[in-house]
């Protein structure tokens, strides 16, 4: 490949100049590669580094026009190199590119307010790409060209100073001479100041006071004004009220510090009123016996780039879809109050807001009519919120009120201020109109609380505490709660429940189910059948009984993993001990009430069964009573399906529901698991007896089979026996114990 040089390999290639030198900076190969091929032709040398690191030492040692620079790279970030390389060199002597993916938001704000001259984010149009780095080749040569056309303008004054001297002694004796040195003299300066004038950047002399001695030509029409106008006025005149201070000083600094090149950005104002933002480079320039010391100021117009910089700060802290506040910021704001609560004991507040079925509306209307919907809402509310406080939306369906100076009464009362603009606001889509309700949670921000994320941690607690409460729908926080304790002592299980999958501490018991009422024929009582269920082990190796962790895994909607660990996990045993296979007759599986209405875990289960050898028929899945008819229409759908190809299903816990008779003929199932309530006491119970007998006699007349659960005693099994129960499962028949053992039993 011709024009490239790699650090490590030290190997280069190059045309017949050398033109311009450009650094690509990537750690991956491909990248450079790409941007080598994209970049190399005659009279240009490209080099490559694969580090921070080598990019450093190569920018030390070689003099470049241009440095490529990759964001996120191991070791030093681009953003670290970059700030190294500002430390050395500024934007117009070393002009630096950034390459970024497009979320990479906040990186590109930092990297242009470190001083990049510009950036790229991938996917790369290369036609951009290019045109951009040969802007800032072109930049750098012109840079480099200024500033050597001052250097050599200055000696070159220097020099004709000197030369004017001599000619001034020799006057009397050589006017030949003097009028040839003087007509050299003008020429010189008339082309000074042609390049002073003409040059794209806005020049002006200052005295100590700020007061602008001469200015170019340029500069001048840049900010709208004829140059002898300009000329006399003092240089903070021209620039915004609130820069001022800062423009002297920055010239009180160039003053003080002769020896250095000192650089500020500030806002000029336009003769028009129009804002211009310049990054300014201001030095000393000593006078002599007819000229007083003054400074050089060159200011260069950065407004496009200072413009895309505030533009991607708003975006990094505001909501793209209602343009509230978002939760980066949100955060940040929260962390700022509490902060104050600490210093100053005052009292803040935060409300925590979560819509009431909006899948709903995003189910029925789409996902526009759900956007549309939280824009509308995001407007309301800011109606009712005052300009100290701060209202975000977090995500999703969720917003949040942080209310400065606040107790909890005045808080909770804005909190239902709020709650009436949402419950009054009518939302209307096309030719639909739906009301709208939410759930606030109210949390007191106060010197006490122990950090941010407990606050948001407690209001979100609140707010799934006011959806639960029902009308109101707003529900204050106390420390003493009992329901949020409850739901804090909840939601620690659902980190126990991720620790014990990424630790493979779960692990499947089966217990038998025996059939008590054999038929003639068809008897499964030579084959197995049993329910497996789910245990976690503790970090103690400890049982722990599903009890405690599944109902905070339905709550949260965790329940779906845990279904997928036990499908996965039964089907592969199964899988791996064909003998027991072969002995088996039913094999119950438990499922929850969110995975029958998940499309996504319904096409894993197909997967899973077609993958495994086990046969659909010798597989039953139980679903609770309760979660069907929740879910009725997903329910019979699902089950329909995995009916077709050949599964069972048992209703479980049956009798629990309010409408059980009412569904149970229209639900495709094989079996009715009998709630343990109406087994237990049976034997002294006359009206469980009687519930027991009913609901045998009617799935009877529905040709499904009925197993009772919790048979503990054989009195009990007696009892069910008498009454014609199909199958039994408890205690009395046999424990729940591990499926190792079965395993080991091949």
Known sequence: MQNVRFLDSGHSQTGQDTGSRILIVDDIPTNRTVLVSLLSKPGREVFEAADGEQALELIDRTPFDLVVLDVLMPGLSGIEVLERIRRSFSSSELPVLMLSVKDDIADVVTALEIGANDYVTRPFDYTVLTTRINALISYKQTQDSIREAHVELENRIAERTKELIQANRALRAEVSERKHAEEQARISQQRYRTLYNDTPSMFFTLDGDGNILSANQFGAEYLGYALDDIVGKNVVDLHQEEDHRLVMEKIGNCLNEPQEVHRWEACMRHSDGTRVWVRTAGRFMSGDTRNADSVLVVCEDITETYTLSEKLRYQAKHDALTGLINRYEFEYRLQDLLQDSRKSHARHALLYMDLDHFKVINDTCGHDAGDELLRQLGRVLKEYVKGSDTLARLGGDEFAVLLCNCDLDWATSVARTLHQAITKFRFVWRDTSSGVSASIGVVAIE?????????????????????EEGPKHIHVYQPDDKEVVRRYREMSWLSKIDQALQEDRLELFYQRIVEINPPEKDSLGEHDQYELLLRMRDENNRIIRPVSFLPAAERYKYSTKLDRWV???????????????????????NLSGHSISNDDFLSFLLTQLKNSKVPPSKICFELTETATIRNLVSATEFMEELRSRGCRFALDDFGT?????????????????????FIRNIVSDSIDYAMVKSINEIAGAMAKKTIAEFVNTDAVLTILREIGIDYAQGNAIAEPKPISLLSASE
């Open 447 to 467: 010197p006490t609380t122990e950090n941010a994320t407990t606050l948001l941690s407690a209001a979100d607690t609140a707010c799934y505490a006011a959806k």
């Open 657 to 677: 529901g309010l409408s059980s008779f009412e569904y149970l003929k229209n639900l495709p199932v094989d079996f009715i698991k009998i709630d343990g309530q």
């Open 567 to 589: 499908v996965e996990n039964a089907l592969s045993w199964l899988s791996r001990c064909p003998k027991l296979l072969e002995r088996l007759a039913i094999c119950s599986i």
